[in-house]
């Protein structure tokens, strides 16, 4: 497995920006596809973003798709998620994932089999 630790979270009022980190340890980071997801308080944990080993493919939910933006950097083993234009409905804890290259669904959970502690953002109105 992957060890994951993200940084980056904080308050921020609706309308500001975010860029969270994920540091990536163990595991070979160049194979493993990446991706966000998120929790709200009471509500089941969601697909934000993927990103594939080399980059080449990314994925963003809906719901974010124009504000957010994944990206890595495999020199540090590190992968990022700009977000923009903050909404209060981002409220959630983010999480990092790690899994191996697969023809699995990018936005399912299953995809993944290493993630991060998450990091809380909260965006006030």
């Known amino acids: 497995q992957v060890r994951l630790v993200e940084s980056g979270g904080g308050l921020v009022q609706s309308g500001g920006s975010l860029r969270l980190s994920c540091a990536a340890s163990?595991?070979?980071?160049?194979?493993?596809?990446m991706g966000w997801f998120r929790q709200a308080p009471g509500r089941e944990r969601e697909f934000v973003a993927h990103i594939s080993w080399n980059g080449g493919k990314t994925a963003y939910a809906d719901s974010v798709k124009g504000r957010f933006t994944i990206s890595r950097d495999n020199a540090k083993n590190m992968a990022y998620l700009q977000m923009n234009s903050l909404k209060r409905e981002d409220t959630a804890s983010y999480y990092c994932?790690?899994?191996?290259?697969?023809?699995?669904?990018?936005?399912?959970?299953?995809?993944?089999?290493?993630w991060g502690q998450g990091t809380q953002v909260t965006v006030s109105s």
């Open positions: 994932a790690a899994g191996p290259r697969s023809t699995a669904s990018p936005s399912a959970a299953s995809a993944y089999d290493s």
């Open positions: 163990g595991r070979t980071f160049t194979s493993q596809r």
